[in-house]
């Protein structure tokens, strides 16, 4: 069994920083991507960050230049470092990770940027 645990979420205002970990534990041998998505009140889950295992990334670019996705794989751990937030930013985050050809999801974590 695999378990993905988010935290660093919370409440910041416009310009401020967040950032965000999401540990994956279990019975892991390999880890192929790992990701951030986001769904606001209303609207589709969607993605904001992805890395796979060769170390690649992929924005969505709505947060090009200001959020940074890094991975410690010691840890099994996935990072996102969010800058210069804006209101629209606001949303739980959930992490996913694709290990051993089976996507997980964690529980998710709200992040509020306020005007």
């Known amino acids: 069994q695999v378990q993905l645990v988010e935290s660093g979420g919370g409440l910041v205002q416009a310009g401020g920083s967040l950032r965000l970990s999401c540990a994956a534990s279990?019975?892991?041998?390999?880890?192929?991507?790992m990701g951030w998505y986001r769904q606001a009140p209303g609207k589709q889950r969607d993605v904001v960050a992805v890395?796979?295992?060769?170390?690649?990334?992929n924005y969505a670019d709505s947060v090009k230049g200001r959020f940074t996705i890094s991975r410690d794989n010691a840890k099994n751990t996935v990072y996102l470092q969010m800058n210069s937030l804006k209101p629209e930013d606001t949303a739980v985050y959930y992490c996913?990770?694709?290990?051993?050809?089976?996507?997980?999801w964690g529980q998710g974590t709200q992040v509020t940027v306020s005007s």
């Open positions: 890395i796979v295992s060769g170390g690649s990334t």
């Open positions: 279990g019975s892991i041998f390999s880890i192929n991507a």
């Open positions: 996913n990770a694709l290990i051993q050809n089976k996507l997980y």
